[in-house]
């Protein structure tokens, strides 16, 4: 069996009184695209440092391959390629001169690389620029290219697709596939853009509080959030529809805009329907839906949260859960 890409085994990470990431662990296997997500002062940020070496963990420990940070720093960082959020360079400085001054200091590191890099991130245009003249997203991506240059086995990319327009996404998205799938490079990432991500992972592990509350493949965090089929409902009043319908027939409801969702088998729906126009409302169209990550990763925050020992339970039969 291959050894893990990444094992963080029982992390805990303090910042004076606040416990920013509490005994967390994780797996990353090699050629996983893992997703991190959840919201602003989850501890994402902190666990994606402490991953990529700029902080070191209060207790516990994190493998990069089979290797302990406690017992070779070095070579962890050697195996591991890392983008902040905010990635800085030498602003007076093209791209290029960055990107050689960040080779010397790995050695070795191929001309012919480089410029491979600069090609497979679109960098063309920019790369004799200084640094100071780039846009937000062409600095991402120069940023991406430096994690890169060491041909790194585990590749941290914090906030990936923040700053880059439509097309600059689909072409990271498509470049990160494809060193996960033909040059087994696992990716541990963050991003807002759900759907992108949707699109991206292999799976996704959601973090509230500075705890994991859930780690599993997108479908499989759309079945435990949503265990019967979804119907989308045009109709009027929507507002007045969504409580009513939500006592009544004892069923999940959502208004989203002048339509409500509802978790329902479509066996269940003509009776919904009834309901509805016995009390007046005109329903003008139903259409039958499949839940997005963004709707399952509210719904495990917002309305119905799971403890990790529940939703270990939930994924025992698939996939491995870190």
Known sequence: MSRLALSV????????AITAIGDISLSVQPGEILGLLGPTGAGKSTLMRLVGGLVMPDK??????????????????????????????????????????????????????VED????????????????????????????????????????????LDGLDPISVVDLRRLLRRLADEYGM??????????????????????DNGTLIGVGTVDTLKKANCSKQRHKLLLDRPD???????????????????????DAEQAMIPKIISMLFSRGHLVYEVTPMEMTLEEAYYRMLRLKPVTRRDYSEIYSGGGYDG
């Not at 937000?136 to 060491?150: D, S, T, W, Y």
């Open 240 to 262: 007045a529809a969504a409580p009513y319908i939500c006592e009544a027939a004892g069923v999940i409801t959502e208004v989203r805009g002048d339509s409500i969702i509802v």
């Open 117 to 160: 890099l600069i090609e497979q991130l679109k960098l063309s245009v920019y790369i004799d620029d200084k640094f100071s003249t780039y846009p937000a997203g062409v600095k991402q991506r120069l940023a991406i290219a430096a994690a890169l240059l060491n041909s790194p086995r585990l590749l941290i990319i914090d906030e990936a």
């Open 9 to 16: 085994e029982n992390v805990t990470k303090r910042f004076g």
């Open 186 to 207: 696992s990716v541990l990432v963050t991003s807002h853009q759900m759907l992108e991500l949707e699109k991206l992972c292999d799976r996704v592990a959601i973090m």
């Open 60 to 113: 516990g420990d994190i493998l990069i391959n089979g290797v302990s940070m406690y017992s070779d720093f070095e070579q962890c960082m050697r195996m591991t390629g890392f983008v902040p959020d905010r990635p800085e360079f030498y602003s007076y400085m093209t791209g290029r001169a960055n990107l050689s001054v960040i080779s010397d200091m790995y050695g070795g590191i191929p001309y012919e690389r």
